[in-house]
């Protein structure tokens, strides 16, 4: 069994989080009109799509919805293609950086952070303090670029999936159901079997999320809390324009295939 440290991320551990800023953009350096309703959409230039949403809440926490619509559909290679669908499953066990999922998971009390992939692409959700907004995504950077490549997490990953597939867990969750929903919209995909976990690498793993999650162009941020777009957006704007950035892998968008995956 794995073991929870008894230690968490202090802020100090976690500003020194630092990535190279030289790209980031300024407030200066984009447009950022608000709408009648007094929705902004910013175009960043590292290609994310930033949307502001105020709100009146009670709260000082604002919620990070990101979506990038590529799917992994492109994809023909039965391997490859679930080695892509489970990555983010299985980097969330890995922890990154220096820093175990325990590190992480004691540093995300009063914040949220899932990156998930499905069918259709990937989903970012988040939630943190208006104040806390750099070190989510200092956290974000961390967890996209240098994932752990952490042997016995991904041995108790293995475990916990093997008791999913014969049916020992995860059947009452949304997860589930909606696992079943998508296979029979999209049939003639892959499906996980024993066989398929048994033989998965890691180094598998830690390929297909480098080359598929390791980076943030295509991406939509929309951003709401009870906040003026015009106090929050150079923060913002900063940061999220910092993320990196590279070239994926046919940005095309697929929604129902048409191959037989081998």
């Known amino acids: 069994e794995m073991k929870a440290p008894h230690l968490t991320l202090s802020k100090s551990q976690i500003t020194s989080l630092d990535y ?9 350096d984009v447009e950022a009109p608000e709408n009648e309703i007094g929705i902004s959409t910013i175009d960043l230039p590292n290609d ?6 105020p709100s009146v809440t009670s709260s000082n ?5 990101a979506f990038r619509p590529i799917s992994p559909l492109v994809l023909t290679k039965r391997k490859e293609y679930l080695a892509t669908m489970l990555a983010p499953e299985v980097v969330q066990y890995l922890g990154a950086g ?14 949220s952070y899932r990156r998930t992939l499905d069918l259709e692409g990937f ?6 303090n208006i104040k806390n907004i750099d070190e989510l995504i200092k956290l974000m950077h961390l967890v996209s670029t240098t994932p752990r490549k952490d042997k016995e997490a991904f041995r108790v990953w293995k475990r916990e999936k093997n008791k999913e597939l014969i049916g020992l867990t995860g059947r009452g969750s949304s997860d589930f159901y909606m696992d079943n929903v998508k296979a029979l919209q999209y049939q003639g995909i892959p499906k996980l079997t024993l066989k398929d976990l048994e033989s998965l690498q890691l180094n598998e793993i830690l390929e297909a999320y480098a080359k598929w999650a390791s980076s943030y162009e295509g991406y939509t941020f929309v951003v709401t809390g009870d906040f003026k ?6 923060e913002l704007i900063r940061y999220i324009s910092s993320l990196p950035v590279k070239d994926v892998p046919n940005k095309k968008i697929i929604l129902k295939p048409d191959f ?3």
């Open 123 to 128: 989903h970012i959700t988040a939630k943190t």
């Open 61 to 65: 926490t604002i919620s990070i919805n």
């Open 260 to 262: 037989k995956m081998q």
């Open 229 to 234: 777009s015009k106090d929050v957006a150079p």
């Open 98 to 111: 220096s820093y175990t999922k325990f590190d992480l998971n004691d540093f995300m009390q009063n914040k």
């Open 48 to 53: 994310i799509t930033l949307i502001l949403k």
């Open 20 to 28: 190279d800023m030289d790209f980031a953009a300024t407030v200066s």
